[in-house]
């Protein structure tokens, strides 16, 4: 047995034991993440997103939005660490395994920022 926070156990695996312990934490629930979206104008919207997000993500996120701008914020209201794409967790790397997100998550929030930028757009009530 490795001690954490001690040389004999790799840093990787001392990042991993640490995310371990922080969701033990939840005991079981689920992590809540929150999608803020703001219209600015009839042209400019900005998505409010926790954690930090994966460039593919916040590019998603832009492609999908019915605004001719789009300006995505991460660590908004909340920091639960990084949140990789699918490709990524594939992948694997430090910030994958030190997610506290599972695997598809980074993919759910987009489409909920997607869902909300739409209804957004939908309204007509917004004066430049």
Do not use: W
Request: with cysteine; charged share 25%.
């Amino acid at each position: 047995m490795h001690k954490v926070g001690s040389r004999e156990l790799p840093f990787l695996k001392q990042v991993e034991a640490y995310k371990i312990v922080s969701l033990q934490m939840l005991e079981g629930a689920t992590l809540p993440m929150e999608v803020q979206v703001f219209r600015l104008s009839n042209d400019v919207a900005i998505v409010g997103l926790p954690g930090e997000i994966f460039v593919e993500l916040g590019l998603a996120i832009k492609q999908a939005s019915p605004f001719k701008t789009t300006l995505v914020i991460e660590l908004c209201n909340d920091a639960p660490g990084y949140v990789p794409t699918r490709k990524a967790f594939a992948e694997g790397s430090y910030e994958t395994v030190n997610s506290r997100v599972q695997t598809g998550g980074g993919e759910m929030l987009v489409e909920a920022a997607g869902r909300l930028l739409k209804e957004l757009g939908k309204r007509s009530d917004a004066k430049d």
